[in-house]
């Protein structure tokens, strides 16, 4: 076989810069939410540059879009890297981006170099994987594989009452040309860059991070309900006051889920007081707790001691505990870990394993394929925030990573 190519990290940072003024905000980040305007002139623009490669463009029905460089057998499945477009609300550059970016420049560079492969190779942009206009957030990727229903999340609205499916047919109108795509389609492989979003690999010193899988979640719906009552009137012992029932679980919850490890997270990050007069004790406050761990079965075990721990501190108020949410934790598989970190090591680019505490696409899709993701530092572990930031070098180190293994996976002719 003849050596890999090089990438171009003067090309690849041009089309980042290219896409970092594409929403750009004030702050020098970009606030590009899911399927909104720049969020589509983000996914012309990449069909464009595909479009003026030879390469095909397709949308599936919950608009994700795939950009193909063709194989020499179009019967086989597409192996394909990728991420997402879209980005929180005055939020980072890089985050998504510089996984669609670095598979985009890991194609070229194979196109460049004349490299023939036998299965297809894919650009794969996952619609919405951030959420915070259309919930939940990696919707694209879960319809894809099968998580979700097509009706339903298509349904999901934003605060001003515009649907998911009217958004797609929006991407879909400004993307005449583009074919369509099977949901469900299965990969060969499909592997995601992204940045780490926390501090170790700077921390290490390392440039990339071979992740070895993603930690699970367990949310519950907690609801205290007490009620309404004066608050010049009422006197302590007639009350019924959500508000303190709620908060000393919060408390309690919060001591019960220390952990010596730090291992597992616990996050209220919702927590809903009504009716929200200043001059009324609060009948009614519902609170969602979020607990993750690695282990499906520590989140078992510490996830079942919600409702016990609520229930001991309701006071004379009442408490229903519903489940809000789940998702299992998940393991790449070994067998491609080691093609990414042997790929990084022979680049010379210092490597580690590294655990993900953040969801990603990649998880959903690792049902349809053999499935990795490799990480990149971000300056201070900042994500989800203007000042969020990756070396052009890194972000370089992340494309040659993924074009050496795409090209290994593709099967050279
Ligand atoms: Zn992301």
Not at 230 to 254: I, N
């Amino acid at each position: 076989m003849p050596p890999l190519p090089r990438i171009d990290p003067d090309r690849l940072w041009r089309r980042q810069s290219e896409m970092d003024a594409i929403g750009a905000t004030p702050g020098g980040g970009v606030h590009r939410l899911a399927l909104g305007a720049d969020d589509i002139e983000a996914h012309r623009r990449l069909a464009d540059w595909a479009a003026a490669r030879g390469w095909t463009v397709a949308l599936d029905d919950i608009g994700n879009m795939f950009l193909r460089r063709a194989g020499s057998d179009p019967a086989l499945p597409p192996v394909a890297s990728g991420s997402h477009t879209d980005s929180q609300p005055m939020a980072g550059r890089f985050d998504g981006m510089s996984g669609v970016l670095a598979a985009f420049e890991a194609l070229e560079t194979i196109d460049d170099a004349g490299i023939a492969t036998r299965h297809p190779l894919e650009v794969a942009i996952w619609n919405n994987e951030e959420g915070p206009r259309f919930a939940p957030a990696c919707m694209g990727s879960a319809v894809y594989a099968g998580m979700r229903t097509l009706a339903e999340m298509r349904a999901t609205a934003d605060a001003d009452g515009i649907t998911m499916g009217a958004c797609v047919d929006d991407l879909k109108a400004a993307l005449p040309d583009a074919g369509r795509r099977e949901l469900g389609a299965p990969f060969a492989a499909f592997i995601e860059s992204h940045i780490e979003q926390g501090v170790t690999l700077e921390g290490n010193g390392n440039i990339i991070g071979v992740v070895t899988g993603m930690q699970g979640y367990r949310r519950f719906r907690v609801e205290v309900t007490g009620a309404d009552a004066h608050s010049g009137t009422t006197p302590r012992a007639r009350r019924k006051d959500a508000f303190v029932a709620a908060t000393e679980m919060a408390v309690a919850l919060r001591a019960a889920f220390i952990d010596d490890t730090d291992t597992m997270r616990f996050t209220i990050g919702r927590f809903e007081v009504e009716p929200g007069g200043i001059s009324v004790v609060p009948g009614r406050v519902v609170f969602v707790i979020d607990l993750r761990h690695p282990s499906a079965a520590a989140l078992q075990v510490e996830g079942d001691r919600v409702a016990a721990i609520c229930a001991g501190l309701k006071g004379p108020c009442e408490v229903t505990i519903t489940p809000h949410s789940a998702s299992d934790p998940m393991e790449f598989p070994e067998a491609m870990r080691a093609r990414l970190a042997a790929a990084a090591t022979a680049r010379g680019y210092p490597n580690q394993p590294i655990f993900s505490g953040a969801g990603h696409d990649a998880r959903h899709i690792a049902r349809l394929g053999p499935a990795g993701m490799i990480f990149i530092p971000c300056k201070d572990g900042i994500s989800h925030n203007e000042a969020e930031s990756a070396e052009k070098e890194h972000c370089a180190a992340a494309a040659q990573v993924i074009a050496d293994v795409l090209i290994e996976l593709a099967g050279p002719v």
